[in-house]
């Protein structure tokens, strides 16, 4: 399941300020009868400053504790969030906000140190603005660091949320082909639509049921003839798919080539999958066969062998081809 999806978005800079010099303001003194009044400002001054102190150190600590560890999370996860936005440079933020924390408690303790000395209010009203100013300076260093890591939680609860205890399809092949046509015709019901919210790429997560058990059936974003570090963010996302959720992989041809890729283009990406994947079973489907003429089908028969056909408007096909096709994997 999503690591990220219930998550809450981290607070920026300002808004982690803010907060604190809130609290601080409230934060009071009250011993009783005060006769040195200098006394009083000084002791009042350093409890601000440690209200101060306590709620942003608490605040960045909690960011870094919620964060999801990257070395623990499923390897699809992983691998999403590492190609999306570089797992090295989430780390680099993390530690960053991270190692503020004792800098922000090192400052303080020296300042209330210095405070000793003070014997005028406005040597107070110096140490106060001096602390509130070094700290200050210090979250707005880290401020590029809590953006990033608050934009990487916020797009992260949209990924899709997977559940890999129920054995799982992956519908491949190039954009237009029909995958999500597919899906919607063998799920038992609605399926789910899923954003990659990094893209403008939508995946739906459908779901059936077979012999008692929940068949999970996922299209992906459509993926390109070309080598695998020539391809673009939205084809990764598919292929981590392929790689770390799917059971079997049910791969679509479309002969009539109205989804805008040639026959040829398509049989070398399914025999690039298959090589890529050649721990997985990868059964391909022509699609569209009412769309299309013998003489393109009939390349794919002779390129591929005996191949499943389905049409493109017959929703009561699919659902017996996948029941057969689940039937023959003995499951």
């Keep these: 399941m999503n690591p990220f999806e219930e998550l809450k978005p981290t607070p920026v800079s300002d808004t982690l300020l803010d907060k604190a010099f809130r609290k601080s303001l409230k934060a009071s003194y009250n011993p009783g009868k005060v006769k040195d009044k200098i006394e009083f400002m000084k002791h009042e001054s350093v409890i601000k400053i440690k209200v101060f102190g306590k709620v942003l150190t608490d605040s960045l600590n909690s960011i870094v504790k919620n964060f999801p560890s990257l070395d623990n999370i499923d390897p699809f996860y992983y691998e999403l969030i590492d190609t999306l936005y570089g797992v090295d440079k989430i780390k680099q933020a993390l530690s960053s906000i991270n190692g503020t924390p004792p800098i922000i408690r090192r400052i303080i303790n020296d300042e209330v140190k210095r405070l000793k000395t003070a014997y005028s209010k406005q040597d107070i009203v110096n140490f106060k603005r001096r602390v509130y100013g070094r700290v200050s300076s210090l979250i707005k260093k880290i401020s590029k660091s809590l ?51 990094f893209t403008t790429k939508r995946i739906l997560v459908g779901h059936l049921e077979y012999k008692g058990n929940v068949i ?29 959720i799917a059971d079997l992989i049910i791969y679509l041809f479309d002969p009539s080539e109205t989804c805008g890729y040639p026959l040829t283009s398509q049989i070398n990406l399914f025999k690039y999958i298959k090589n890529l994947f050649k721990d997985k079973t990868v059964i391909p489907i022509i699609n569209k066969i009412d769309l299309a003429v013998p003489e393109r089908v009939n390349i794919i028969v002779k390129e591929l062998g005996s191949v499943t056909s389905i049409s493109s408007i017959n929703n009561v096909e699919p659902k017996k081809i996948l029941t057969d096709i689940l039937d023959g994997l003995n499951l």
Excluded: C, W
């Excluded at 299209?219 to 392929?242: F, S």
């Design 216 to 244: 999970q059936i996922i299209d992906t974003p459509g993926l390109l003839d070309r080598e695998l570090d020539l391809r673009n963010k939205i084809e990764l996302q598919a292929i981590i798919a392929l790689k770390h």
């Design 147 to 197: 953006m990033f890591i608050r934009e990487i939680i916020i797009k992260a609860r949209g990924l899709p949320s997977i559940d890999k205890s129920n054995f799982t399809i992956v519908v491949a092949g190039q954009p237009n082909v029909g995958k999500s046509t597919f899906v919607r015709a063998v799920s038992s019901a609605q399926p789910e639509i899923a954003e990659y919210p």
